[in-house]
């Protein structure tokens, strides 16, 4: 099928702007603004000013990298992290981060004696989870933190409301025996970046029901939590006396629907980009990559990006995927493959190691996060988190202490100081 690719500059989306300093060339990069996150972080915080912020680097900080991601929203204030599996909680106690540290995504024979011993907080959500960490408790000779999950409407992980009297019952003679102490009371809302979703109120109905169980059958839990994201930014009523934040925190909106994360205050904190590789002449008629499903409608110039969907470049967006080259918005021509892709650079002849921006904040034109999961029918969740371990992390505004200095923090202006 002939296309013609647009040649139009894209419009710059609004927002502070920045001077990120340039990296030596490499292939491919994703760049990460520390700065970015941190002032995010805050930005979050604010939107919740009664709840403690639990930063969550899941996924590898959702693919932006674990632990500079850790400590900068530590630096930010931050005061939980949490994460799914509890391997990615030991991989950060051994980086020799020491703030409470809690992850839920366990199943049976996982490491909970190495959770007791590094001081994590654990999720139970069944009679299985809470045999299985007792009996580590006893190995251990202390007792083991946990919290106990409650199904209020998800349908994923956490205990039914039938269920749940049996539970609090057992965690309760758990916690007379010493073997562990009940920090927390949480669920996770199915909907929540659905403005006005009935399950929303449903939800926050049963939580507080299974919440009051609990407590009036003797558990103090020191957090009770239920909002994610998008609650964070719309759902004060939500906010309980934790939080927990992961998509906005690395400037990613968690749902168009709700808004833009210029609207909110945020800012992407990822950039890709690639070095072109090859610039070519082509004559009419040309067919570009596997299958022919792109095939040149004039002369013109083809330009080779080195990355392909071995290192997260959706496969989906083949023929759609927007990509910032040589100050015009370029389409992937034809299919992403596992290492490459081409995109038809309409004439213009750009010079090899050119930078060819995949997406970023938007500040230089380039296209964002959701451009690639509207091109994918995706969500920008899968976009940032997919990126590969090919692709190098470089970071950005790294600070060297525990806090920020006073005065960084009144915006996205002071990058030169940090």
């Known amino acids: 099928m002939s296309q013609t690719p647009p040649t139009q500059a894209a419009p710059t989306q609004a927002g502070p702007k920045t001077s990120l300093p340039r990296t030596a060339p490499l292939r491919a990069r994703a760049e990460i603004d520390l700065a970015a996150l941190r002032a995010n972080v805050r930005v979050l915080r604010d939107r919740a000013p009664h709840a403690a912020l639990m930063a969550v680097v899941k996924s590898d900080a959702y693919g932006h990298g674990m632990v500079p991601c850790a400590r900068a929203a530590l630096q930010a204030g931050a005061t939980w992290l949490g994460t799914a599996t509890p391997h990615e909680a030991l991989t950060l106690r051994a980086a020799g981060?020491?703030?409470?540290?809690?992850?839920?995504?366990?199943?049976?024979?996982?490491?909970?004696?190495?959770?007791?011993?590094?001081?994590?907080?654990?999720?139970?959500?069944?009679?299985?989870?809470?045999?299985?960490?007792?009996?580590?408790?006893?190995?251990?000779?202390?007792?083991?933190?946990?919290?106990?999950?409650?199904?209020?409407?998800?349908?994923?992980?956490?205990?039914?409301?039938?269920?749940?009297?049996?539970?609090?019952?057992?965690?309760?003679?758990?916690?007379?025996?010493?073997?562990?102490?009940?920090?927390?009371?949480?669920?996770?809302?199915?909907?929540?970046?659905?403005?006005?979703?009935?399950?929303?109120?449903?939800?926050?109905?049963?939580?507080?029901?299974?919440?009051?169980?609990?407590?009036?059958?003797?558990?103090?839990p020191e957090v009770r939590h239920i909002a994610n994201s998008p609650a964070t930014l719309t759902l004060p009523d939500a906010h309980f006396d934790l939080v927990r934040t992961g998509i906005a925190m690395y400037g990613v909106s968690p749902s168009p629907e709700l808004g833009t994360p210029a609207d909110f205050g945020l800012r992407p904190v990822m950039t890709l980009a690639a070095s072109v590789a090859l610039v070519k002449r082509v004559p009419a008629g040309h067919g570009v990559s596997y299958g022919h499903h792109y095939v040149t409608s004039d002369e013109t110039t083809l330009g080779l990006i080195?990355?392909?969907?071995?290192?997260?470049?959706?496969?989906?967006?083949?023929?759609?995927?927007?990509?910032?080259?040589?100050?015009?918005?370029?389409?992937?021509?034809?299919?992403?493959?596992?290492?490459?892709?081409?995109?038809?650079?309409?004439?213009?002849?750009?010079?090899?190691?050119?930078?060819?921006?995949?997406?970023?904040?938007?500040?230089?034109?380039?296209?964002?996060?959701?451009?690639?999961?509207?091109?994918?029918?995706?969500?920008?969740?899968?976009?940032?988190?997919?990126?590969?371990?090919?692709?190098?992390r470089v970071y950005l505004n790294e600070l060297n202490g525990l806090r920020e200095p006073a005065g960084m923090h009144e915006g996205f202006g002071d990058y030169d100081d940090e």
């Open 97 to 220: 981060i020491t703030s409470r540290i809690m992850c839920w995504l366990w199943t049976p024979g996982d490491p909970w004696r190495e959770g007791i011993e590094a001081d994590l907080d654990m999720s139970v959500s069944a009679l299985w989870a809470l045999t299985e960490v007792t009996a580590a408790a006893r190995d251990a000779g202390r007792p083991a933190r946990i919290q106990l999950k409650a199904d209020t409407g998800l349908g994923r992980n956490g205990c039914q409301p039938a269920d749940w009297p049996e539970l609090v019952a057992a965690a309760r003679s758990a916690e007379d025996a010493g073997l562990v102490r009940v920090t927390g009371l949480w669920s996770h809302f199915a909907c929540a970046d659905e403005p006005g979703h009935p399950s929303i109120a449903a939800q926050l109905n049963v939580f507080r029901d299974m919440v009051t169980y609990a407590e009036k059958a003797g558990i103090e």
């Open 306 to 392: 080195p990355i392909g969907y071995a290192d997260g470049v959706p496969r989906h967006a083949s023929g759609r995927g927007p990509v910032l080259v040589g100050g015009s918005w370029r389409r992937v021509a034809g299919r992403v493959a596992m290492d490459q892709f081409v995109v038809d650079l309409g004439g213009q002849q750009v010079p090899e190691g050119s930078e060819a921006v995949l997406f970023g904040p938007g500040d230089r034109g380039e296209p964002t996060a959701e451009d690639w999961a509207q091109a994918a029918d995706t969500i920008g969740y899968e976009i940032v988190t997919r990126i590969g371990t090919r692709i190098p």
